[in-house]
């Protein structure tokens, strides 16, 4: 309670600061306003002007916007003396900034261009960006289309220090940042997890996402089928790139109106307005897709409609055409002006994906095949109410409700699947293969346990061979609300725009959950000894809600003929389990030399909430065998007794935190004429990220052998052994930590040999562990007398170290009067290391003892005895060697041609010189490593229709 009053008080403190602000700053206004008038116009044929009604024009500074009418016409009223940027927007048009110096009432002409190829200078590659919202990089609709990206994961590759990838749609595509780690590892699934993919506004969710088996049995997340990972990022191959207009990717230290990340924010912005009807086809080896987009002006005042269609077919190699990925999504966009102040746009978006593994002819041994597939519909609003007043600006809101469902299935022909199974979910549950029938020793004491719930219940033992199947069935319901107003007052030379705001995020499971025959429930997992599967229905585990308060001011200041500018902000996030936390940020840029350079810094703390799967984890199972005579040839098969007992324990972690990262970076940007160099070095501390961690609980294994001379079915003791249940349950022992400098030189056009080049590269080093103790128990046995005691080497043994230097220059050549765009990328590797460094790894810090379940330290002069030399991990010393790369080098091309006004055709090879370095490892000399990327390439044909 104490809490909740001292977060009450520090927010009502916040707002009254803020309150008073606005009215001593309303109080002490001296400073001149004025009225900034124009016409957004277009060029036909070079001469006629052509009025472009809709566009959007903007004063960040300010947090001003308007759209021009029907005529191009817009005005701002109000408008404080000083420089102001101006940024005038439209569909298929070139973005104009420009700025103004602001001392008179102004009447401006503006004109805009088609964003096509023939352009003098065309922006096919990552622009970077400074402001508030962090150091960041931003792609246009040109990029895209020159780059032929299929899915958002595609155009990932633009940015510093990241590598070409071969455009694929073979697995699930999650989007991290600054990260190293490859596919599907802790570190790539943590980074990708804490990235927020926010598309038109609102971001898509992953939180509700729990396709996978069973992570309590060994810690895995993989999903059933394909798709997302429950303990990663959402799954980018369902955003087609056919309607997106530009992608703005944050790295630094995001504004404070992003909540639930702690790596970065990926900003999409699809289509909207007037457009053409354009018919996409793309091909490569792996994908065939075609794309129809069109956007419709329904008249004056009535708005615009913009409508996309997109289909893909992807399989995942040539030769093996039973492996496939298909995806169709479809999006209706509504946009319009009402009241000459309200700014909306709504939108209905379906997105289907499907991962199929059908049965392959020459596959009789597992008999394997699979599917995942995504059915999901999206209603997604926002709008900004725009006022004219002297210090509020505008009122802006988010809604989006996400509706999908998601089934999975996996199907194997099981081989050595010997195991005992009860389908029982009570805890100490001990039951035979004769359903509500009590089993007795020679004493006549029970040693059955059959409860009311299992009265109907039997365990049985599987057979060695036989076809198995599981499903899973998810409905994730996503929702998200936010609302936020922009204040703005100019004080003498300084500004303050203040930004208050408020965000709900709520997520929820209403799937029927994983389903299988008990008489044929998954192959067991065999690094998890005893362990068992059992369905969970999602429909019954709670949701997780989020709610997020904000405030920021952008503080700018004219220091003669330098500019200050501070972001500052604090966060407030409330999540389900009655979680707080605060997170502060802050971006800070000073010019020191006008013009020339500047230099800019931030700080911030990123905090991401815990999916469903982390809150809510599914119980751990283990079945133990009593007595098994089901392999008896003495004894008649009606007259075979199996008997079990079923261990239940809880794995929720009432102490589970909140996961934050730290972030800083510090740099400069240097112009010289129309060049740009900018610099950014930047620090991440990661230190309680999620995880599944091993725990233990103490079992007392009892096994039973008949009585006498076996006629009658009453059993004596044969061994009581102590043994320890193994399994995993959420924590926040993973750690990252990443250091790196990235850089981006833009040298500009050369119009001489029409020509600009652009160098962009990063050095990043990560070290990545767990800290919690390394479980050791590799020679324990399957039976109760062969178990071991769990040996515990020291906190964070295992330290992964990857670290790359990598820069890529791209040239790219235009021809304008043809619509001709040529891109040649040299990217070099120019350093690329991978070593896990070892703590003491060679004798335990403690034990966790199998006959009581508690920790105690271990004596390093017991070693050698009986009950722990089985605790001592062999160690091979050569793991410690370094794994090094000389450096590697690529060359791909982009190509792109504009035929008339109606026909663009595209082409791309990446490692066009088929470059394959041959490596030997360091670690296992005799064996070689072909690295770069194989010799790939891809065409693409567009058709404009006006």
Known sequence: MTKLLSIISNTAFMLLLFFSTCQVANAQRKTASFTIRGTVSERQNHSNKIPVPSASIHIDDYGASTNADL????????????????????????????????????????????????????????????????????????????????????VMSLLPGATTINPNLNSSKQISIRNLADDNTKSQNSNSFGTAIVMNGAPLSNNANLQAMSPTVAGGTAPIGGGASPGAGFDVRNVSMDNVESVEVIRGVPGVEYGDITSGVVLVNTKAGEQPLRISAHTNPNIS?????????????????????????????????????????????????????????????????????????????????????????????????????????????????????????????????????????????????????DIFDSKGNKLTNISEADKLGSAFYLPSTYLGRYDINGKEL??????????????????????????????????????????????????????????????????????????????????????????????????????NTFSPRVNAMFDLLPNTLSVHAAYGQLAKAPAILYLHPENAYFEYININETAS??????????????????????????????????????????????????????????????????????????AGDGTEAVYDLKESNSVLAKYTMPGNNFVSNTKGIEIELDLGRFSAINSSFSLNGAWIRNESYNKNYFYFDDYSGAGGSARTHIALYEPGMLKDNEERLVTAL?????????????????????????????????????????????????????????????????????????????????????????????????????????????????????TYYRRNEKLFFGLGLTLTIK
Do not use: C
């Open 289 to 437: 897709q075609i794309s129809l987009t069109k956007g419709t002006d329904l008249g004056p005042d009535k708005g615009a409609l913009n409508l996309g269609l997109d289909y893909a077919y992807n399989v995942n190699d040539p030769v093996q055409s039973y492996l496939f990925y298909q995806r169709l999504t479809g999006t209706a966009l509504y946009t319009n002006t009402f009241f000459k102040r309200l700014n909306s746009t709504s939108s209905i978006d379906l997105m289907y994906g499907k991962d199929t593994r059908k049965l392959n002819p020459d596959d009789q041994i597992t008999q394997s095949r699979s599917s995942a597939r995504d059915l999901g519909f999206i209603f997604n609003t926002r709008g900004a109410v725009n006022f004219e007043n002297l210090w509020l600006r505008n009122l802006n809101y988010v809604a989006r409700v996400g509706y999908t469902t998601k089934n999975g299935y996996a199907e194997s022909l099981n081989t050595a699947a010997n195991a005992p199974y009860s389908a029982t979910l009570t805890d100490g549950a001990i039951l035979s293969n004769k359903p509500n029938t």
């Open 71 to 154: 005529n191009g016409k817009f005005s701002f009223q109000d408008v404080p003396a000083g420089k102001i940027k101006l940024s005038v927007k439209m569909l298929g048009k070139i973005t104009l900034d420009t700025l103004i110096n602001v001392h008179a009432d102004l009447n401006l002409d503006i004109y805009l261009s088609d964003a096509d190829f023939r352009l003098q200078e065309v922006a096919v590659t990552a622009r970077n960006v400074q402001g508030g919202n962090g150091t960041s990089s931003k792609i246009s609709r040109m990029a895209i289309d020159h780059l032929q990206a299929n899915s958002l994961a595609d």
């Open 478 to 579: 996503n929702t998200y609300l936010k609302a936020n107003t922009t204040f703005f007052n100019k004080i003498g030379t300084t500004n303050h725009k203040w930004i208050l705001g408020a965000d709900f995020k709520a997520d929820k499971n209403y799937g029927e959950g994983k389903t299988f025959s008990s008489a044929a429930p998954p192959y067991r997992n065999l690094s998890a000894v005893n362990a068992s599967f059992r369905p969970r229905a999602y429909k019954d585990i709670p949701g997780v809600n989020q709610l997020g308060l904000f405030a920021e001011e952008n503080f700018s200041a004219d220091l003669g003929s330098r500019r200050l500018n501070i972001i500052a902000g604090l966060r407030y996030d409330h999540f389900s389990g009655n979680s």
């Open 633 to 706: 040839s003495s004894i008649p098969v009606e007259q075979q007794v199996l008997m079990t007992t079923t261990r239940v324990f809880n794995t929720e972690n009432e102490k589970l935190q909140i996961t934050k990262n730290e972030k800083a970076e510090l740099g400069f940007q240097l112009n010289i004429k129309q060049s740009t160099l900018t610099v950014t070095a930047f620090r991440e501390r990661l230190r309680n990220g999620y995880s599944f961690d091993y725990a233990t609980r103490p079992v007392t294994f009892n096994e039973y052998t008949r």
């Open 810 to 926: 791209r040239s790219t050549h235009n021809i304008p009067s043809i619509g001709f765009v040529v891109t040649l990328t040299t990217q070099v590797s120019w350093r690329e290391i991978s070593q896990t460094k070892h703590g003491n790894d060679s004798i335990p810090l403690k034990y966790i003892s199998k006959d009581d379940g508690l920790t105690y330290n271990f004596d390093p002069a017991r070693k050698n005895e009986a009950a722990f030399k089985d605790l001592i991990r062999p160690v091979n010393e050569r793991v410690y060697i370094k794994e090094s790369f000389p450096a590697m080098l690529s060359f791909n091309l982009n190509l792109t041609k504009e035929i008339a006004d109606y026909m663009r055709v595209s082409f791309f090879a990446n490692n066009m010189l088929r470059s394959y370095q041959i490596t030997e490892s360091k670690q296992q000399p005799g």
